[in-house]
């Protein structure tokens, strides 16, 4: 007799398995995401290639837009926050979920803009060429890339790839348990590996790129994964509500945790891998090393889409695990997160004045950024949240802006990014070097620009919360980064123009928006802050 006749057999004896509740209608921002990445992967398989550019980048934005809208309506709607847990607990879509997913799909918007740049590039067989491989499954070099180029091929499954890394973007900061999270980690962290390997030109640049950040992430996955294996064994639940609840002491112990909770080798061990593995994503000292070296060899609409969207899912996520599972052993972890920020403001910033490439130069500015970042999260109040969720919006846009005014700057050999070849910049293209320098200005935290308010919300934070040895490190640090901003000023506008050097290209309407967009945010979240600092003050409770 078969299983399924033993069974129907034993009739109701038998205990049955409940089938999972999952409220479809709050998850519509991350099912858009992923229906549209869907779509894109069967456009790639039945669309012809002549046609798929002009359906992939529609179709990307109409998703990125109809997932904004979700959230929209979401956050106009308003929960009690027991009913903010979804998927049977695994997924909360509380306030910073929420204003996270909202800023990642606006980042993503705008870098889908840039990935649909076609004029910068010189036309290959013809036809508009992108800053992607023409196949990037032919060997660099090789006579089957060389007939790619000369066939006008593009890569048009970026876009696709891209949607799915945004639809994990949008699920890291939300999950609500480590496998979740762990899943979510993967699912964004995949495509970028490839997107990193995707550049058109300086192609073996790229792809060592791709292999360093593959490597590198691995391993903090695996770091990652085996801390959430010992959480389990600690505290019997992947939940994060349910660890809290177990480092209090306000479960209910079984013997078996009873046994597992007599030492806190599991706990503390378990907590420092988990960190591990977020910190590399957020790219944090000692966890930065990757950093330079994939911003500067990844295309560079795909590194401006990184440095934003990535920071902004990782912060996310650490902020849920350190604030929901892990309030009751702040003790513990406060103080070497302490460490964490001081080391990376620090090594961040004084890393970046030995600089001479525009790119690598960003990528040290994005570890420094990260450290002020950490200010605000060991803050450890509603004020340290959204002081953190007001600076990744504002650090956000910048970065994209700043990233897509670099993809102007070109030469023979492609995009000019050694800080020589800015030189005189100022005087050949007002107007692009005033943009970069207003940018380098927001970098830096000059009044009047959104990072001056991200960075006085997330040391007022710390401040308030005890921190200050922290802010006037901080502080010192930012009059450190401040001079290599001002230094790549003073060679833009104050140094002659090499002859024969690199021109500004005129962009197509996709990256202009993009810049422009960059310009607006930067300006608005400087003279006017006020209603998005209440925005994110509102978003700041988590549920759980």
């Known amino acids: 007799m078969s299983a399924i006749a033993v069974l129907a057999a034993?009739?109701?004896n038998t205990p049955s398995i409940p089938a999972p509740h999952i409220e479809y209608g709050r998850l519509s921002p991350m099912l858009v995401v992923f229906g549209?990445?869907?779509?894109?992967?069967?456009?790639?398989?039945?669309?012809?290639r002549r046609h798929r550019y002009w359906t992939q980048v529609p179709l990307a934005l109409a998703g990125l837009a109809g997932a904004f809208v979700a959230v929209v309506v979401l956050a106009a709607q308003g929960r009690a926050p027991h009913l903010e847990l979804l998927a049977m607990e695994s997924v909360a879509m509380d306030g910073p979920a929420l204003f996270l997913q909202g800023v990642i799909l606006l980042v993503a918007v705008v870098a889908v803009l840039t990935y649909a740049e076609r004029r910068l590039e010189p036309k290959a067989g013809g036809l508009p060429a992108d800053a992607f491989a023409a196949q990037g499954a032919a060997t660099?070099?090789?006579?089957?890339?060389?007939?790619?180029?000369?066939?006008?091929?593009?890569?048009?499954e970026v876009f696709p790839l891209t949607m799915f890394a945004v639809g994990g973007m949008l699920l890291f900061p939300a999950a609500n348990d480590l496998l979740t999270m762990f899943v979510a980690l993967e699912v964004f962290s995949l495509p970028l590996y490839l997107l990193c390997a995707l550049a058109r030109r300086r192609r073996l640049l790229s792809q060592e790129a791709a292999v360093k950040y593959f490597l590198l992430g691995s391993f903090a996955s695996a770091f990652f994964?085996?801390?959430?294996?010992l959480l389990y064994g600690y505290a019997g639940s992947v939940k994060?509500?349910?660890?809290?609840?177990?480092?209090?002491?306000?479960?209910?112990?079984?013997?078996?945790?009873?046994?597992?909770?007599?030492?806190?080798?599991?706990?503390?061990?378990g907590l420092g891998l988990l960190a591990v593995g977020l910190l590399f994503k957020v790219a944090a000292v000692p966890f930065h090393a990757w950093t330079p070296d994939v911003y500067q060899g990844a295309p560079t609409p795909v590194t401006g889409f990184m440095a934003?969207?990535?920071?902004?899912?990782?912060?996310?996520?650490?902020?849920?695990?350190?604030?929901?599972?892990?309030?009751?052993?702040?003790?513990?972890?406060?103080?070497?997160?302490?460490?964490?920020a001081i080391l990376t403001m620090v090594v961040g910033a004084v890393l970046a004045v030995t600089q001479q490439d525009v790119k690598r130069l960003l990528a040290y500015?994005?570890?420094?950024?990260?450290?002020?970042?950490?200010?605000?999260?060991?803050?450890?109040?509603?004020?340290?949240?959204?002081?953190?969720?007001?600076?990744?919006?504002?650090y956000s846009f910048v970065t994209l802006g700043a990233f897509a005014v670099v993809t102007l700057v070109r030469d023979s050999k492609g995009e000019a990014t050694h800080l020589s070849s800015w030189a005189g910049l100022g005087r050949r293209s007002p107007l692009v070097a005033g943009v970069f320098a207003l940018f380098l200005l927001a970098f830096a935290g000059i009044p009047l620009t959104s990072g001056f308010t991200g960075k006085f919300a997330v040391f007022q934070a710390a401040a308030a919360g005890g921190a200050t040895p922290l802010v006037v490190v901080g502080v010192l640090s930012s009059a450190v980064a401040a001079f290599f901003y001002i230094r790549v000023i003073v060679l833009m506008f104050f140094s002659d123009p090499q002859p024969g050097?690199?021109?500004?290209?005129?962009?197509?309407?996709?990256?202009?928006?993009?810049?422009?967009?960059g310009v607006l945010v930067t300006l608005g979240l400087g003279l006017l802050p006020q209603y998005f600092l209440d925005l994110a003050s509102k978003a700041s409770l988590f549920a759980y």
């Open 308 to 340: 934003a969207a990535t920071k902004v899912a990782a912060f996310g996520a650490l902020l849920r695990l350190f604030y929901v599972a892990f309030p009751g052993l702040k003790l513990d972890w406060r103080p070497v997160m302490w460490g964490v």
């Open 10 to 12: 034993l009739g109701g």
């Open 36 to 48: 549209a990445a869907v779509a894109g992967i069967l456009v790639e398989a039945f669309v012809p």
């Open 240 to 269: 994060l509500g349910d660890i809290a609840d177990v480092v209090s002491g306000k479960a209910m112990s079984t013997p078996a945790q009873l046994s597992s909770t007599q030492s806190d080798v599991l706990l503390l061990t």
């Open 225 to 229: 994964l085996f801390g959430t294996a």
């Open 501 to 517: 050097g690199p021109t500004v290209a005129i962009p197509s309407a996709f990256t202009a928006t993009a810049i422009g967009v």
């Open 365 to 394: 500015s994005s570890i420094a950024h990260a450290g002020f970042i950490l200010t605000g999260v060991i803050a450890l109040d509603r004020q340290g949240v959204s002081s953190v969720l007001f600076y990744l919006a504002a």
């Open 140 to 156: 660099p070099g090789g006579e089957q890339e060389r007939a790619a180029v000369r066939a006008g091929f593009t890569t048009t």
